[in-house]
């Protein structure tokens, strides 16, 4: 198997010839770069390039990753930079894919230096490898999905091995088995000596000293063989005793100067001390015994390293979690509880048991504490004290707005009561009123100020028409009357924020009393002081709405009803959605009757705004009333109906954002690719040799190649083409040409979707390889660096069959040369072809000779026949324009998207215009549904077309001043038919809706 160089911890032998060609490579590759000077190269500073491509591709990864179970990092850090993951992706992919780089040594190292990471003398190794692992771990699954399109292994031994070796195309998990890793405990002291200046962070390569070493490795640990304890089984205390001197360093071994560690083995602290010198310490040995040492296990370190156990040296002992400390219980730190023994054993002792009696603490240890927060409000609102009362409305707003969840009124009786009493007192603030509510089912009726708490009060329209209105000032107000005024606002907002609950809502739904605090609020006279309040009552009726049935006459009805002659949009709005969501969440119909003309034309007025939200709320209202066959006829009766039909046609298109899609009719017909390269023109190649590369090796792609994702080139082609144009005239110029592996990475920079491939094909011999470059194809015609096309010379001649041999038999072909202007291939058919010679003035002589016209399938002139030299000629020339005329300038220069010359006939498109309006998500289908303005436009419609179709009438034309003739159904939909089916045709989302207003008006027409 193939390793890269820069695989920091994979060394082998120390004295395998492969590590000393290795350490000459590496002599050489530092010899090279120390001859280029920094004017020669530039360094570049690898930053991330943040493109549109770049991003796709960083999605595509993500996505990638996620689905194969791997982490994925976007943005890797490498040296001292971000990686730009495209940018590694593509060069490696260039320089050949993961495994050719690792297999090439010093590959990874060239690569990110070309990148422009910081790569010095010191950390080049470090960077390459750093390199090569965040491409194993980020992108070398990509690379064998999408460019060797093969399965990739498993991450097991992919992503989660190091980044050592190649061979990943041919790895699988029956031929590759992962390394486990080593514990630290049996790494031998080889591992120890190869640690880097900071023990703590251990190097994953062996030491080095430069260049020269880079080949050695630490010899293998050697194994000591257990010994048992044959010593004295206890110590002495003098035998324990510090050591008086430092230890002797370990003896010195074989190992060169470089393979030494920096940090030299030092005893645990543990192990015994040297023995002074002529006294030896019990339990020891003299130190002439040398080897033969005998002790306890666990203090045995000997001072020969060769005999040290990585197992023994390396143990650590398991850690105990320390005892968990608790205070012992005493009267002095807990009389309560020696209080309570006490009595205990004193109810023991009298034979009674400690659940016959109860236990009182002790005098001063507890308190009692009281209702909760709730309770404690719910008494004060019911106690009738105003400064209680104050209390508890101040803290019950704060409660519904932060608890609404959790308060309920069913779990406290008497509060819906207490609030509504409260709210009440409003009456007599600006009437001569005192509201009382009788719960008893059968009030005293001769009292108007009495409310009935249990079925409602239906007359209380008429008593608040008969009561007198008190003398007030909106700017100036008694505090007594300023302070009972909040606090009804108080008692009001609670109630609202309550209602906001379902629980609730539903609830108060059958509390009638509570509508009738509704009619008494919102007939309040009109004030500054009340706006507040009459908002808030309008919030309660728009809550409890959808679950109460109201009838024409019913009270709250009409005084929703009498709101919508206000001049307040916030109560328009709200009146409009309380009135269209009555009843909705219950099994009956909504009744919507009997409404005003004078309404119904606010709410066609309303319509014109430019206000979504009233328009929502008048288009809900106007669907819920025209859901009756009685309603649409008194609505065609007292507003102009082909008027609001014309409107809401109009309000279908709301919001519309018109886009166009084309749509193929036919596919478009290419060209076959194929691997012949145009000669480069003589003018172009000038160009070329004036400039330097990489731009020279630039402007011969742009000018020679296009982009087609279809097509492909073999890289030896492409190659061996720029050489035949550019590498003769170089060398006579005595100046360099670019190298064939930095050509083949210029593709991609050139061309954004280009890039080079490994492709297995199956030949005669088995399986074999092509090294192509995908997604680019050689021009039909060369352009020059502006964007003009050159004409070429279709002037066929004869050429021999094969080159190499000119008596062989002849062929026709073209002359296959171009020029940038009609001029100079006239020059060209008149020097080159008919070889015609000038006077010295530049002018041809007037003769008549066998000329005849050889230019592609021209059949003018197909046979030599006597003719002068400037008939032929005149001839000649409109072939050059029409040359011209057929050039195809493939680079726009308004930056529109460059035309494909490889086109030989277009695809066949036709341009639809669609609209798209609102629209929301349906959770269950996963699909968009019509939504907002439009789709309550198409109901209301639809509604209209379906109940008009249920009777035969006329409509007043206002406009004519007559009745219309005909039918109204047509009258009112056959002048927006067309509209409708433009819709139908071009909103798919509403289609489905009118389709049906269509069916409804083509049947009844």
């Keep these: 198997m193939s390793v890269d160089s820069d695989d920091g911890a994979e060394s082998s032998g120390a004295n395998s010839p492969r590590n000393t060609s290795r350490a000459s490579r590496a002599s050489n590759v530092n010899a090279r770069t120390a001859k280029a000077s920094p004017a020669q190269k530039t360094k570049v500073t690898h930053t991330i390039d943040r ?4 991003e796709e591709f960083i999605t595509k990864l993500r996505a990638y990753h996620k689905q194969r179970g791997t982490s994925f990092e976007p943005e890797p850090w490498v040296g001292s930079a971000h990686l730009d993951l495209l940018k590694v992706f593509k060069h490696v992919v260039a320089a050949g894919g993961y495994d050719h780089v690792s297999a090439t040594t010093l590959e990874w190292r060239k690569l990110a230096t070309e990148l422009g990471l910081d790569v010095t003398d010191r950390s080049a190794a470090g960077v390459a490898y750093a390199l090569k692992s965040a491409f194993l771990k980020y992108l070398a699954a990509w690379e064998i999905q999408t460019i060797h399109n093969k399965e990739p292994p498993p991450p097991l031994i992919l992503e989660h091995e190091s980044a050592k070796g190649g061979g990943l195309l041919t790895r699988t998990l029956e031929n590759y088995t992962p390394k486990k890793a080593v514990p630290a405990a049996a790494r031998a002291p080889s591992v120890a000596a190869s640690a880097s200046e900071n023990d703590e962070t ?19 640990p050697q194994r000591v063989i257990f010994q048992p304890d044959t010593g004295p089984s206890r110590q002495t205390r003098h035998a324990a005793a510090p050591a008086q001197q430092p230890a002797q360093p370990p003896p010195a071994t074989n190992t060169p100067p470089a393979q030494q560690p920096k940090t030299q083995y030092q005893p645990p602290p543990h192990s015994h001390p040297t023995p002074i010198a002529g006294h030896p310490q019990p339990g020891h040995p003299p130190p002439h015994m040398g080897n033969q040492v005998r002790g306890p296990s666990v203090n045995y370190s000997p001072q020969d390293p060769e005999l040290m156990s990585a197992l023994v040296q390396n143990f650590e002992p398991r850690l105990e979690s320390p005892m968990q400390m608790r205070p012992v219980e005493t009267p002095a730190n807990n009389p309560v509880e020696f209080e309570r023994r006490r009595r205990q054993e004193k109810f023991k002792a009298a034979g009674m048991k400690s659940t016959q009696l109860a236990i009182r603490p002790p005098p001063g240890t507890t308190v009692f504490e009281g209702p909760n927060i709730y309770m404690r409000c719910l008494c004060a609102l019911r106690s009738g004290i105003p400064s209680e009362q104050a209390y508890a409305l101040h803290h019950l707003v704060k409660i519904s707005f932060e608890r609404g969840d959790k308060f309920k009124f069913e779990t406290f009786a008497g509060l819906a009561e207490g609030l509504v009493e409260k709210a009440l007192e409003v009456g007599g603030l600006y009437f001569d009123v005192n509201w009382t509510v009788d719960y008893s089912g059968d009030p005293d009726e001769s009292d108007p100020e009495v409310l009935d708490g249990l079925n409602g009060t239906p007359d209380i329209l008429d008593r608040i028409a008969k009561l007198q209105p008190k003398t007030y000032l909106d700017n100036i107000q008694p505090a007594d009357t300023a302070d009972r005024m909040v606090h009804v606002t108080e008692a009001v907002l609670t109630i609202r924020n309550m209602v906001t609950l379902q629980e609730n809502a539903v609830l108060m739904a059958d509390f009638n009393v509570l509508r009738d605090l509704i009619c008494i609020i919102l007939h309040l006279p009109n004030s ?33 009803l009498a709101q919508l002659h206000s ?19 219950l099994g009956e119909t909504s009744q919507v009757h009997d409404v005003p003309a004078s309404i119904l034309q606010n709410i066609l007025d309303w319509l014109l705004l430019n206000d979504d939200e009233m328009i929502d709320a008048c288009l809900d209202f106007l669907y819920t009333y025209t859901s009756h066959f009685v309603n649409v006829e008194t609505l065609l009766k007292d507003v102009n109906a082909a008027y609001l039909v014309n409107h809401l046609v109009r309000l279908l298109s709301h919001g519309a954002k018109k886009f166009q899609r084309e749509v193929v009719l036919e596919k478009e017909s290419k060209l076959p690719s194929t691997d012949f390269v145009q000669p480069v023109p003589e003018d172009l190649r000038q160009q070329l040799l004036a400039m330097e590369e990489p731009e020279r090796c630039y402007a011969w792609l742009k000018c020679l190649f296009e982009e087609d994702p279809e097509s492909a080139i073999t890289q030896i082609a492409i190659w061996q083409a720029f050489q035949a144009a550019l590498s003769f005239p170089l060398q006579q110029m005595s100046r360099p040409m670019m190298g064939a592996a930095e050509f083949i990475r210029n593709v991609s920079h050139v061309f954004t979707h280009a890039g080079a491939q490994i492709v297995k094909e199956q ?4 399986e074999i390889q092509r090294f192509i470059i995908k997604g680019v194809r050689p021009r039909i015609r060369p352009i020059a660096q502006d964007g003009t096309e050159y004409l070429p010379c279709m002037w066929r001649i004869p050429v021999p069959r094969n080159p190499n041999d000119p008596s062989a038999p002849l062929r026709v072909v073209n002359c296959g040369q171009h020029f940038l202007t009609p001029e100079k291939m006239y020059n060209h058919i008149i020097d080159d072809h008919l070889k015609e010679s000038r006077d010295p003035s530049g002018k041809f002589m007037a003769k008549e000779r066998d000329l005849f016209c050889a230019w592609g399938e021209c059949n003018k002139y197909p046979r030599p026949q006597k003719m002068q030299l400037s008939t032929l000629m005149n001839h000649v020339k409109t072939h050059c324009a029409a040359a011209q005329q057929n050039a195809i300038v493939s680079l726009n220069t308004d930056g529109r998207r460059p035309r494909r010359t490889f086109i030989a006939r277009p695809a066949k498109t036709i341009n639809v215009s669609f609209e798209e309006t609102a629209a929301v998500r349906d959770e269950r289908s996963n699909q968009a549904q019509a939504a907002g303005i439009p789709l309550s436009s198409a109901l209301v419609l639809r509604n209209i077309a379906r109940n008009v179709s249920k009777f035969d009438g006329g409509v007043e034309d206002s406009s004519e001043g007559g009745d219309a003739s005909g039918k109204t159904l047509e009258l009112l939909f056959r002048p927006v038919t067309a ?27």
């Design 51 to 54: 493109t549109p491509e770049y």
């Design 202 to 220: 251990p190097r994953k390569d062996t030491p080095r000293a430069g260049g020269t070493t880079r080949s050695l490795r630490v010899a293998p």
């Design 528 to 560: 500054d002081t009340v706006v507040e309040i009459k908002h808030l009552a309008l919030d309660i009726a728009e809550q409890l709405a959808p679950y109460i049935v109201l009838e024409t006459l019913d009270p709250l009805y009409q005084t929703l």
């Design 567 to 585: 001049t307040d949009r916030g109560m328009i709005l709200t009146s409009l959605r309380a009135i269209a969501r009555l009843s909705i969440n």
């Design 763 to 766: 030949g005669e011999r088995g």
């Design 979 to 1005: 509209r409708l089916c433009e819709i139908m045709m071009k909103n798919w989302l509403l289609a489905p809706y009118v389709t049906q207003i269509l069916e409804i008006t083509r049947d009844n027409y």
